[in-house]
């Protein structure tokens, strides 16, 4: 079975709401909460990005920061409050901040990009997706490499996962290895743009001449048409995160990504709808 073939990865072209769409109008300060998905799915978006943390005794909130001081009335890191202390706290003074249960009862037809943001999400994080048999319906990332191999091996094949940061390194630098070997995860999900790495004045000279057409300031550029043909000749997809400009949108769609993450959800929709590249709900 291809990536195509999954239901998550159904749509030609994904459009995922990044929090909800943090910075589109109704949910600036409302991020990752109920009302911001909900505008999100109003809008029409069928796939919303979100994050996990496990509360002290174990329940999964869809929150983004291990603390809650940045964007809620409380403070306190969550893995260290029970639940019953961090449902208490309110999103920019009003939204509380929604179980991953919640989530999923609320909006049982919409799709998730789940971003596992500690250790101790992992098994709590399996247990509500099996236990709404959402199985179909997520696709789970994380930066670490470490957090996604203690999933997978709880979860199986039966979850989609993204590649790990190592993977989109190596598909990255050295393209054609990943087609020898085979590389765990459905798709990458990368930044445009990242911090050039302290250690690149070290890479041999002729790699670094490669690469300079890719650096601006201090920054390097992570999709590129190499990277593009090396992840769908490995048969996976390619999602960049999180992209708020229409010149930008446009830039990577004419690049052949597969999907954008943003925060500017309706920026995002009218780029799509403008190419025909809109597959939501309306």
Request: charged fraction near 25%; glycine fraction near 8%.
């Amino acid at each position: 079975m291809s990536v195509s073939d999954l239901p998550f990865f159904s749509p030609p072209f994904l459009a995922l709401a990044h929090r909800g769409g943090s910075t589109y109008a109704p949910n600036v300060g409302r991020e990752n909460s109920l009302h911001a998905f909900g505008e999100a799915v109003a809008l029409g978006y069928t796939h919303v990005e979100t994050d996990v943390h496990a509360t002290h005794d174990g329940v999964l909130v869809a929150f983004h920061d291990d603390r809650l001081d940045r964007v809620t009335d409380r403070a306190g890191v969550i893995a260290e409050l029970d639940h019953a202390e961090v449902a208490q706290a309110r999103i920019g003074g009003i939204e509380p901040i929604p179980t991953l249960d919640e989530v999923f009862e609320a909006f049982p037809d919409t799709f998730f990009n789940i971003d596992l943001k500690a250790d101790g999400a992992v098994r709590p994080l399996l247990a509500v997706i099996n236990r709404h048999r959402a199985q179909q319906r997520v696709n789970v990332a994380s930066f670490s490499a470490r957090r996604l191999h203690d999933f997978r091996r709880l979860a199986g094949s039966q979850i989609s996962t993204s590649v790990s940061p190592l993977g989109v390194a190596w598909f990255r630098m050295v393209p054609t290895l990943p087609r020898l070997l085979s590389v765990p995860g459905n798709v990458l999900q990368v930044p445009h743009w990242t911090p050039l790495p302290r250690t690149v004045g070290a890479l041999p000279a002729g790699l670094l001449d490669l690469a300079r057409h890719d650096i601006r300031g201090d920054e390097v550029r992570v999709v590129t048409r190499g990277l593009v043909d090396a992840v769908h000749a490995a048969g996976k997809k390619l999602h960049v995160w999180t992209i708020d400009d229409p010149v930008e949108m446009a830039e990577l769609i004419e690049l052949g990504v597969d999907g954008l993450v943003s925060d500017r959800i309706d920026v995002l929709k009218d780029v799509l709808v403008e190419r025909g590249l809109w597959h939501g709900r309306d």
